[in-house]
């Protein structure tokens, strides 16, 4: 039987929209493993993973290994996999991520999801024995990811427009900033060049400082270089230093700081919201298949 719930209009859910958006609800299971497969859905490719995991496992029982016990919570942000007691995450799947579902008609116990790992981009099949309630927790992932896609496709445009936005306002900000700083550059060597002609042109042996020349109305003309060794002092004292520029992170309007490629770490540089928002939609877009199948292989693995 497979029912691509995407498609399906008569579908019943098993939760109410509010349970799943606000909130996540909690399923406990027996966490056989993960193991890397080639395809992003199938029925023949999540068979031969379970095999291949219950296998595993069965070898493992045999040594005195007891099979972890894990706790799911399911909500339209992802499926978490979490340490029953002390609640530590181990594994995070965004929904858009998962692609198929798949439980076992036959004993009600074993299911299975296959996720493309945001890592490595690899596709992980996750396989789990959840006590009879494995078709209960592939209805509670299929409702997630349908909650969580028309969630997207309501506030999604809205809310990527308001940052493209922002953005392209922050890269406009970052290159008059750029602009300025070339000018003032360009500014510094003009002053540069001219001293050194000054000083080129003076009568040799005369170490006569030149005074500075002055407008119609006796004043100095003003430079953007600031000269503290020729201003005067005051009552005996050297007037006080120009205040450095201050070495905090200057922010923009928006608060956001500006972006520096050389400063910044791998693990610190900002997302790129178009290519994030693209893979949302192209994890959406090819949906999520649930699938109930037999997974009853061997009497040896008939029991985990």
Not at 129 to 140: F, G, N, R, V
Not at 210 to 231: G, L
Not at 267 to 283: N, R, T, V, Y
Not at 291 to 303: A, I, Q, Y
């Amino acid at each position: 039987m497979n029912r691509a719930f995407s498609r399906k209009k008569d579908k019943t859910w098993m939760h109410t929209p509010e349970a799943l958006s606000k909130h996540f609800i909690p399923y406990n299971a027996k966490f056989l493993g993960s193991t890397e497969v080639e395809q992003p859905k199938g029925t023949e490719v999540v068979r031969d993973a379970v095999r291949k995991l219950k296998f595993a496992r069965h070898i493992k029982k045999s040594e005195g290994q007891k099979i972890p016990k894990v706790e799911l919570q399911i909500s339209i942000y992802g499926v978490k996999i979490l340490e029953p007691k002390t609640k530590e995450v181990q594994h995070n799947c965004q929904l858009h991520r998962i692609s198929f579902c798949a439980d076992d008609k036959t004993d009600k116990r074993i299911f299975t999801f296959i996720c493309k790992d945001s890592e490595s981009n690899k596709h992980l099949c996750y396989v789990f024995d959840s006590e009879k309630c494995a078709e209960e927790i592939t209805l509670t992932i299929g409702q997630a990811f349908d909650l969580a896609y028309r969630k997207f496709l309501e506030s999604g445009g809205k809310d990527v427009e308001t940052r493209k936005q922002i953005a392209g306002l922050q890269k406009r900000i970052q290159d008059l900033e750029t602009e300025n700083m070339e000018l003032k550059n360009k500014v510094q060597d003009l002053e540069n060049q001219l001293r050194v002609t000054q000083v080129s042109t003076s009568p040799a042996g005369s170490m006569t400082p030149k005074s500075p020349s002055t407008d119609i109305f006796d004043m100095i003309p003003f430079s953007p270089i600031s000269h503290q060794s020729s201003m005067p002092t005051r009552n005996g004292t050297q007037p006080p230093p120009v205040p450095s520029r201050s070495t905090e992170i200057k922010r923009d309007l928006f608060g956001a700081e500006p972006f520096d490629p050389f400063n910044c770490g791998a693990a610190d540089f900002p997302p790129d919201i178009q290519s994030k928002l693209d893979e949302m939609q192209e994890g959406f877009k090819m949906g999520l298949t649930l699938e109930g199948t037999v997974f009853c292989l061997d009497p040896l693995d008939s029991r985990c």
